[in-house]
């Protein structure tokens, strides 16, 4: 990150001792003081429902920074000048009156109000029109709006609109955290900064892409929340739309927040409907059942705690998804992702098509297409899969092939890689909206997911078991391999 300080302001942080805030928001905040980012003035009013105070909470969270954040990486007198900007308020988000204390609380050099809603997105609209009758908010509030934006689109159509009759749409920061990913930034960089990579892509170049987004973990504890979204509400919906955005995105004119949203809107539209005819070939969704994550033994989704012994969500998701349009005509997307696979990972890969005409060997021809490895977790980095020939004389023409590989953490000095919600809270405090998602890019997503999960309702097959530590449903590998492709694996 480049040290630009940000401008002085107050934030108000609604559903302050929840799980978000707690895990995420508070140490990205600590990690933003430690690089010395946060104004001077700047204040955080935690507000939540429970009995403590302000020192209660300052206390509790000294003892959650301490055990969450490295030890090199904690310096209590940070960590301890970061808590003095924290304040606590008892609320009960529905009780109108109760916001009445929040303009108290406001430092009239404080211009820039930062509204956080951790909270559940049922409540946004409550928490909106409460702090427009306790005239809390001007037109340069920012407010902040956590994933998922609703349960499909009539629901976040719903919480879009109470969100639009207080705010304007460049007032609203709606996170997806895998923007907030330097990798994933860097795909904006891989893709417009290099006119190599520009001219090739496209139907003419590349045959296919894979987006692989693996999770070792299963639900942990979430089971209630998780089992009303499924993996393709969690993680396809924003997550893995947005990285496909990026990937398949004209190139936008500016770095502009709506340049960029713009392209990724077409992409979302452009994006071919699934019938119920194309889920036996398109679609594989899965449910893990007892097995290994990281080399021990592990429940089925079905005896996780909370658990309904009946139920049919997803864990594992496997898709392959066609755009229309000029650039990607004929180029299948193959997307994957899933709850207790073998490893966390995510990368993306792109599939050149061979030369026009082959000379080498024939035993060697499936050799003949160069890769882009877009590695984004973890071993953050990318390499370029191409062709030498084999060393040796008695080798003749046979081909090799090798990577060109650019890990960042070796080949660059860069220290730590900032956490999403780091970089996502310090663009919220510049007024960057860039790495936020717009109503229609949610709306458009939401449409196009909802279709499939209409398809499941109306009859589909149930979810397919996977034993937790594999790479999904075997028909996951069926479905790629019906084209004559296969997963790719590092060899
Ligand atoms: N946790 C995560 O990793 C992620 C969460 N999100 C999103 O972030 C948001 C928050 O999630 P999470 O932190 O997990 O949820 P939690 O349920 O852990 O936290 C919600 C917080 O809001 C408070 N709250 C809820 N209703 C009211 C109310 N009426 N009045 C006052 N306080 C209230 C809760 O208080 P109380 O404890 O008293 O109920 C709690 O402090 C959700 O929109 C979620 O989808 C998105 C991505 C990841
Ligand atoms: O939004 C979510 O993302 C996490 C995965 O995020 P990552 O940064 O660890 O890759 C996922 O576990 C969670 O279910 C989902 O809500």
């Given at each position: 990150?480049?040290?630009?300080?940000?401008?002085?302001?107050?934030?108000?942080?609604?559903?302050?001792?929840?799980?978000?805030?707690?895990?995420?928001?508070?140490p990205?905040?600590?990690?933003?003081?430690?690089?010395?980012?946060?104004?001077?003035?700047?204040?955080?009013?935690?507000?939540?429902?429970?009995?403590?105070?302000?020192?209660?909470?300052?206390?509790?969270?000294?003892?959650?920074?301490?055990?969450?954040?490295?030890?090199?990486?904690?310096?209590?007198?940070?960590?301890?000048a970061?808590?003095?900007?924290?304040?606590?308020?008892?609320?009960?988000?529905h009780?109108?009156?109760?916001?009445?204390?929040?303009?108290?609380?406001?430092?009239?050099?404080?211009?820039?109000?930062?509204?956080?809603?951790?909270?559940?997105?049922?409540?946004?609209?409550?928490?909106?029109?409460?702090?427009?009758?306790?005239?809390?908010?001007?037109?340069?509030?920012?407010?902040?709006?956590?994933?998922?934006?609703?349960?499909?689109?009539?629901?976040?159509r719903?919480?879009?609109?109470?969100?639009?009759?207080?705010?304007?749409?460049?007032?609203?920061?709606?996170?997806?955290?895998?923007?907030?990913?330097?990798?994933?930034?860097?795909?904006?960089?891989?893709?417009?900064?290099?006119?190599?990579?520009?001219?090739?892509?496209?139907?003419?170049?590349?045959?296919?892409?894979?987006?692989?987004?693996?999770?070792?973990?299963?639900?942990?504890?979430r089971?209630?929340?998780?089992?009303?979204?499924?993996?393709?509400?969690?993680?396809?919906?924003?997550?893995?739309?947005?990285?496909?955005?990026?990937?398949?995105?004209?190139?936008?004119?500016?770095?502009?927040?709506?340049?960029l949203?713009?392209?990724?809107?077409?992409?979302?539209?452009?994006?071919?409907?699934?019938?119920?005819?194309?889920?036996e070939?398109?679609?594989?969704?899965?449910?893990?059942?007892?097995?290994?994550?990281?080399?021990?033994?592990?429940?089925?989704?079905?005896?996780?705690?909370?658990?309904?012994?009946?139920?049919?969500?997803?864990?594992?998701?496997?898709?392959?998804?066609?755009?229309?349009?000029?650039?990607?005509?004929?180029?299948?997307?193959?997307?994957?992702t899933?709850?207790r696979?073998?490893?966390?990972?995510?990368?993306?890969?792109?599939?050149?098509?061979?030369?026009?005409?082959?000379?080498?060997?024939?035993?060697?021809?499936?050799?003949?297409?160069?890769?882009?490895?877009?590695?984004?977790?973890?071993?953050?980095?990318?390499?370029?899969?191409?062709?030498?020939?084999?060393?040796?004389?008695?080798?003749?023409?046979?081909?090799?092939?090798?990577?060109?590989?650019?890990?960042?953490?070796?080949?660059?000095?860069?220290g730590?890689?900032?956490?999403?919600?780091?970089?996502?809270?310090?663009?919220?405090?510049?007024?960057?909206q860039?790495?936020?998602?717009?109503r229609?890019?949610?709306?458009?997503?939401?449409?196009?997911?909802?279709?499939?999960?209409?398809?499941?309702?109306?009859?589909?097959?149930?979810?397919?078991?996977?034993?937790?530590?594999?790479?999904?449903?075997?028909?996951?590998?069926?479905m790629?391999?019906?084209?004559?492709?296969?997963?790719?694996?590092?060899?």
């Amino acid at each position: 990150m480049a040290n630009t300080i940000t401008a002085r302001c107050d934030i108000m942080l609604f559903g302050a001792l929840g799980d978000l805030a707690q895990r995420k928001l508070f140490p990205a905040f600590y990690q933003l003081e430690r690089g010395g980012l946060i104004a001077d003035g700047s204040r955080i009013l935690a507000l939540a429902r429970r009995e403590l105070d302000t020192a209660g909470l300052r206390k509790l969270l000294l003892e959650r920074l301490e055990q969450s954040i490295k030890p090199e990486e904690f310096d209590r007198s940070v960590a301890e000048a970061f808590l003095q900007r924290v304040e606590y308020q008892i609320l009960e988000f529905h009780d109108k009156e109760g916001f009445g204390v929040l303009n108290g609380w406001r430092d009239e050099q404080n211009s820039q109000l930062i509204v956080y809603l951790a909270s559940p997105p049922s409540i946004y609209g409550v928490i909106a029109r409460n702090l427009h009758s306790a005239s809390c908010c001007t037109e340069k509030t920012r407010v902040v709006v956590e994933k998922p934006v609703g349960h499909d689109l009539e629901s976040s159509r719903v919480i879009n609109d109470e969100l639009a009759e207080v705010y304007n749409e460049n007032q609203l920061f709606r996170i997806d955290h895998y923007l907030g990913k330097e990798t994933v930034q860097n795909l904006i960089a891989l893709r417009f900064a290099n006119n190599l990579f520009a001219s090739q892509w496209d139907q003419n170049h590349i045959s296919h892409v894979e987006i692989t987004v693996a999770e070792s973990v299963g639900i942990e504890g979430r089971w209630g929340y998780f089992d009303r979204a499924g993996q393709i509400r969690d993680m396809v919906q924003n997550h893995l739309l947005q990285l496909l955005c990026l990937i398949a995105m004209d190139p936008p004119s500016d770095l502009s927040a709506d340049s960029l949203r713009d392209e990724k809107v077409k992409v979302l539209k452009a994006l071919r409907t699934i019938t119920p005819d194309m889920m036996e070939t398109c679609v594989v969704r899965g449910q893990y059942t007892a097995g290994t994550s990281v080399g021990k033994p592990v429940p089925g989704y079905l005896e996780e705690e909370g658990a309904n012994r009946r139920s049919q969500t997803e864990t594992f998701v496997a898709l392959k998804v066609e755009i229309d349009n000029w650039r990607w005509s004929g180029v299948p997307f193959y997307i994957r992702t899933g709850k207790r696979l073998p490893e966390k990972l995510s990368q993306i890969i792109i599939h050149f098509k061979p030369a026009p005409h082959y000379i080498f060997d024939p035993d060697q021809k499936h050799l003949a297409n160069n890769k882009l490895i877009i590695r984004l977790q973890p071993d953050e980095g990318m390499a370029l899969k191409i062709l030498t020939k084999d060393q040796g004389l008695h080798k003749g023409m046979r081909l090799r092939q090798g990577p060109l590989e650019l890990t960042f953490s070796e080949t660059f000095e860069i220290g730590r890689i900032p956490d999403a919600y780091e970089r996502l809270l310090w663009e919220i405090m510049k007024g960057n909206q860039y790495l936020f998602v717009r109503r229609d890019e949610v709306e458009h997503a939401w449409r196009w997911v909802d279709r499939i999960i209409q398809n499941w309702s109306d009859g589909g097959d149930p979810p397919k078991r996977y034993a937790a530590g594999t790479w999904g449903p075997v028909a996951a590998i069926a479905m790629i391999t019906r084209d004559g492709r296969s997963w790719y694996e590092d060899a």
